[in-house]
């Protein structure tokens, strides 16, 4: 029997689609004197939808990924083993759109610059592109700003090997981990994307459909669900299988931060909300008819259903984060600095939440803990990881500053 929209996604659906049908006309509210702030503010160099979106999808990653290890956690909500998805689903996925989101955001176009297009309507354009060096260079760049990223993986194989730390095997593989995953398939699209976001939906979706062909009727799913793991490939088979469908997640997240280039008025900005809006409820009914009808969903395989879920989910977050800052009832407020801290360390964050994960795991019997003890821990490490990110904040600029002293 074709799987049913839970309750939770009918109400997302029917949100978005009176959203994009009601923000049109919205679009037209008399300006007021706050309009120029509201579009500076829109316009920073660093968005702060996307700020705020970024920042909260990584505090419910750090927060999930102890939490689940407590009775207290709904098992509804862990890792689905093959098929299905959940809220812990979502974090592989969400992490790489969110980090693909930024891809294409640039600093508003200076006056008279004969190299920049207009974005008022959100086009396609794109900057004009400096003299290329080559696939040899781009590979050496790509190289040095990836390689501390498989420098972790590989440390996180040696130290839960060293330990025997709990893993699950069927996750990602063997030896494989989210590190080698983010690295490979960033360093991919560092090579690979291209300059207009409209060939890099194409890429994405022609990706897409040419991975489920191959999970559904090239036996790559067959040979991820039960192929013995005798060597290296075929030890880590979830990891390296699932790499074209996430590099697909990137791709689209890539495209779709078109939308956050720098805009002529709160009207486009508006304009463009509605354009999110109606792609997130497309993508929520596309993700729906896939699952039912071409092949489950699955984070494991990160198969065409999955992929869709992921981006439709991220996008209804987006979409609320960028109304919360364009709505004319509501003055500009500046990003929360705590938000704005965390957004500027997502990695060093993540990196820590999983030396702290797992320090509380060696150290106590979390599967045992009583709830009131299990809040108290959480509530102790979730305090730690955004004081830690704080004071790094802070000193780095202390340190900035510094330098921009001895520099005068």
């Given at each position: ?311 439709s989910q991220v996008l209804v977050a987006t979409c609320l984060c960028l109304a919360s800052d364009l709505a004319p ?5 500046p990003t929360p600095p705590l938000l704005g801290a965390l957004n500027s360390h997502l990695l060093g964050l993540f ?58």
């Amino acid at each position: 029997m074709a799987p049913v929209l839970c309750t939770s996604e009918l109400l997302a659906l029917v949100l978005l689609l009176l959203l994009g049908v009601s923000l049109a006309p919205a679009a037209l509210v008399r300006r007021d004197q706050s309009s120029a702030a509201r579009l500076e503010h829109l316009n920073q160099p660093r968005t702060p939808a996307l700020t705020q979106l970024r920042a909260v999808v990584m505090l419910q990653t750090v927060f999930c990924i102890l939490a689940v290890d407590f009775p207290l956690f709904p098992r509804r909500l862990a890792k689905t083993h093959t098929w299905g998805h959940s809220l812990m689903d979502l974090g592989v996925g969400a992490v790489l759109m969110t980090g693909a989101l930024v891809g294409r955001r640039r600093p508003p176009p200076t006056p008279g610059d004969s190299n920049s297009h207009s974005s008022s309507h959100g086009g396609g354009a794109t900057t004009s592109p400096g003299p290329s060096r080559g696939l040899g260079h781009s590979l050496r760049r790509v190289g040095r700003r990836h390689a501390p990223l498989l420098a972790i993986g590989v440390a996180r194989i040696i130290v839960v090997k060293a330990s025997d730390y709990h893993e699950v095997v069927s996750e990602y593989g063997t030896h494989w981990n989210f590190f080698f995953t983010l690295a490979l398939v960033a360093a991919a699209a560092g090579v690979a994307t291209p300059r207009s976001a409209a060939t890099t939906a194409l890429c994405a979706s022609a990706l897409l459909l040419l991975h489920q062909a191959a999970l559904s009727w090239g036996g790559l799913a067959e040979w991820v669900e039960s192929a013995p793991r005798l060597g290296v490939l075929s030890a880590n088979k979830e990891g390296l299988a699932s790499l074209p469908g996430y590099l697909a997640i990137w791709w689209l997240g890539d495209a779709l931060g078109e939308t956050f280039r720098p805009r002529a008025s709160c009207g486009d900005w508006w304009r463009a909300l509605a354009r999110l809006a109606a792609a997130a409820a497309a993508l929520l009914v596309a993700a729906h008819l896939a699952d039912a009808h071409v092949q489950r969903a699955s984070r494991r395989l990160c198969n065409l259903a999955y992929a869709l879920w992921v981006v439709s989910q991220v996008l209804v977050a987006t979409c609320l984060c960028l109304a919360s800052d364009l709505a004319p009832r509501w003055p500009p407020q500046p990003t929360p600095p705590l938000l704005g801290a965390l957004n500027s360390h997502l990695l060093g964050l993540f990196l820590l939440a999983n030396v702290l994960t797992g320090a509380v795991n060696l150290a106590l019997p979390t599967m045992d803990a009583s709830a009131p003890f299990a809040l108290g821990v959480l509530g102790v490490y979730m305090a730690t990881l955004c004081a830690a990110v704080m004071q790094l904040e802070r000193a780095l600029n202390f340190l900035e500053r510094r330098v921009s002293h001895q520099k005068v």
